[in-house]
T-cell receptor, first 113, second 109 residues
């Protein structure tokens, strides 16, 4: 199984809502990632978890709150987002080894109204 | 982060080989060269990676220049399903991937 699943596929939320994005993998990978991709732009790294600990935070605003409850699951909690946060949110996983390839999910398309 | 330079777009005929170039003149000795592609409406997909030697897998080949300042991704026989944005990324041995703008490959039937 080389699949990374993400739910929901689409999400529309108001600026005062709280919502969560979910990511799951069963490849035994101990590194998991959140990326943000705006339309016609490349993905941008947001967070990296290694062995369930946050190892990289690319200066992401606190309205985005990641969580890694176990080695298979990664969540991104969203609160008080702005319309400019509308984007495709991608999850990925890999072995936490030098040069390892990352496996990406299909993404959650988020629209903030 | 070491930077890569790729052409914005390329076209190729179906069933012909495709050579996608990437320049990375500031590469350091420990940087891996990764290639990913992103098909329309999908997440990025790993294609291939290497350090110094040329690499082959079922999807593609990676040719790395002797001085490592450039590399070429080779798709041996392009199909319409290979139409995508191809990203060349330098990974300096940690978990961080920094995507550049990539090359948009169009396959002509």
């Amino acid at each position: 199984d080389t699949e990374v699943t993400q739910t929901p596929k689409h999400l529309v939320m108001g600026m005062t809502n709280k919502k969560s994005l979910k990511c799951e993998q069963h490849m035994g990978h101990r590194a998991m990632y959140w990326y943000k991709q705006k339309a016609k732009k490349p993905p941008e790294l947001m967070f990296v978890y290694s062995y369930e600990k946050l190892s990289i935070n690319e200066s992401v605003p606190s309205r985005f709150s990641p969580e890694c409850p176990n080695s298979s699951l990664l969540n991104l909690h969203l609160h008080a987002l702005q319309p400019e946060d509308s984007a495709l949110y991608l999850c990925a996983s890999s072995h936490p080894l030098q040069g390892s390839e990352q496996y990406f999910g299909p993404g959650t398309r988020l629209t903030v109204t | 982060d070491a930077k890569t330079t790729q052409p914005n777009s390329m076209e190729s005929n179906e069933e012909e080989p495709v050579h996608l170039p990437c320049n990375h003149s500031t590469i350091s000795g420990t940087d891996y060269i990764h290639w990913y592609r992103q098909l329309p409406s999908q997440g990025p997909e790993y294609v291939i990676h290497g350090l110094t030697s040329n690499v082959n897998n079922r999807m593609a080949s990676l040719a790395i220049a002797e001085d490592r300042k450039s590399s070429t991704l080779i798709l041996h026989r392009a199909t319409l399903r290979d139409a995508a944005v191809y990203y060349c990324i330098l990974n300096f041995g940690n978990e961080k991937l920094t995507f550049g703008t990539g090359t948009r490959l169009t396959i002509i039937p």
